[in-house]
Nanobody
Framework: QVQLVESGGGLVQAGDSLRLSCAAS????????MAWFRQAPGKEREFVAA????????YYADSVKGRFTISRDSEKNMVYIQMNSLKPEDTAVYYC????????????????WGQGTQVTVSS
């Protein structure tokens, strides 16, 4: 059974940091592009960050560039996102996703999804 399981969300104050983790299992994710998306209430799911299978290239939404860092440990089938200088507008459910075809900015291109983890940033 293919699974992506996110963890690490929570309630923090503006300016704080969080590190989200995504544990992948059930198939080989080593060669997948991995990404983080988020969805706030009443809004569409939006791209946050992605990393190629080799880890050699990383992509970020403009809104998080310079504050968030995506990384992966392919040996452990883990993907992470370090989120610094959090803002109230970062409040959302954060999802981990994988795509064997490569990095995409569009959620509908990703084949596998986690259940999400809530991040709430208070002002």
């Amino acid at each position: 059974q293919v699974q992506l399981v996110e963890s690490g969300g929570g309630l923090v104050q503006a300016g704080d940091s969080l590190r989200l983790s995504c544990a992948a299992s059930g198939r080989t994710f080593r060669y997948d592009a991995m990404a983080w998306f988020r969805q706030a209430p009443g809004k569409e799911r939006e791209f946050v960050a992605a990393i190629t299978w080799s880890g050699g290239n990383r992509y970020y939404a403009d809104s998080v560039k310079g504050r968030f860092t995506i990384s992966r440990d392919s040996e452990k089938n883990m993907v992470y996102i370090q989120m610094n200088s959090l803002k109230p507008e970062d409040t959302a459910v954060y999802y981990c996703a994988s795509d064997p075809e490569g990095v995409s900015y569009y959620y509908y291109d990703y084949d596998y999804w986690g259940q999400g983890t809530q991040v709430t940033v208070s002002s």
